[in-house]
């Protein structure tokens, strides 16, 4: 049974507080979790509880922190850590709230992570086989975001996320290598065309090169796959994340790319052209977040995957309004999206069992915590989003994922294109 529960803030890898918990029981297991933040958040995302005020500039987390040590601790002190979804319902009522803003998301996911982390390793096992069982043993194709723009970075580009995909890798390991390479290779192009600023990096690791067109970083990246010595289309494939609400005007109802105003239909048919000129096998977020009609559209329409981040936000509800209206074919896990490991768990459930696929995802915040790397190989998900290759916020999560590659062994496996379900060209 748990015996400790404590929280206290850190930082994050943008140099803001965010909250750590550590459980531990009475059989000697010891978790710890800490939570990260977005940027690009979606509207209906549960609410993550900062202090205002000019402390952080008023992005302490403190109530948040004492939520956990004055509120949440005395409930959770003597139950089993193995009883996950009574200890985050308990969680979720002695909040009150649909978005969890009176103890915070933020407070109540370190919680709920740390207590499946005191869990696994009260039982001495790994994290993705406490979850996921037996059955747990496919590594995740990473998806690695290696040109940043939209909030992510400080240039012109509207598209937030240009992301390499190794699908011709045999196995985890291999699709890291190649990423890295392709990384480096993009770093020299990039370097040599634009100049030195050019390699700055974005908040996820990836390059902010002073580009404003779409097709400008999708060229650097089909370069980049080759200079490397990687065929486009085959061994290295790509995928966008639009994160369209960004760059939506919802008075005027246009979206503003590339240095014009596009309608949806005139959004959608850029959409089009792109998938007919590159080797674009995933698209999350391409439309205004509440637009469930027109990503039904987009879903009909491209014949690859598409992915609801800010659609969905994780929220079954939210997911299952999807599912009905036909909208996209596969769903973002964004466990601090909702704010408790049960409840992810059960909009990745939702998702697999209506065959949309899932894609376990980090946050542009993100610190040391690993528990991504788990949660993807325990649903056997086949896709995983944490950054480029580069940083060691995002690289904790593919080190870790060589861990488990290479504590499988020959159980290990690596769905390459596979893993695209949706992708029917
Ligand atoms: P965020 O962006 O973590 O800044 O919200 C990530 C994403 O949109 O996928
Ligand atoms: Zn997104």
Known sequence: SITHVKARWVLDSRGNPTVEAEVRTFAGGYGSAIVPSGASTGTHEALELRDGGKRFHGKGVSKAV????????????GEDSRKQEEIDSKMISLDGTPNKSRLGANAILSVSLAVAHAAADTYGLPLFQY????LASTLPVPLMNIINGGKHAGNELKIQEFLIVPVGASSFSEALAIGSEVYHS???????KYGVSAINVGDEGGFAPPMSRTREALDALIHAVKNAGYEPGRDVVLALDAA???????KRGVYAIDGAELTREKLIEF?????EEYPIVSI???????????????????????????????????????IEAGAANALLLKVNQIGTLTEALSAARMALENNYSVIVSH????????????????????QIKTGAPARSERNAKYNELLRIEEYLGGRARYPGIKAFKAYKR
Request: proline residues 2%; charged residues 30%; negative net charge.
């Open 131 to 134: 979850l996921g069982g037996a």
């Open 186 to 192: 993009l770093r020299g192009y990039l370097k040599e």
């Open 271 to 275: 959409y089009e052209s792109l998938v």
């Open 284 to 322: 999350e977020d391409p439309l205004y977040e509440e637009d469930f009609e027109g990503f039904a559209e987009v879903t009909r329409s491209l014949k690859i995957q598409v992915v609801g981040d800010d659609l969905f936000v994780t929220n079954v509800e939210r997911l299952r309004r999807g």
């Open 66 to 77: 004492e939520n956990v040590n004055k509120i949440i601790a005395p409930e959770i002190l």
């Open 244 to 250: 369209a609400s960004e760059f939506y005007d919802e």
């Open 363 to 382: 946050r542009s915040g993100e610190t040391e915590d690993v528990t991504i790397s788990h949660i993807a190989v325990a649903l056997n998900a086949g």
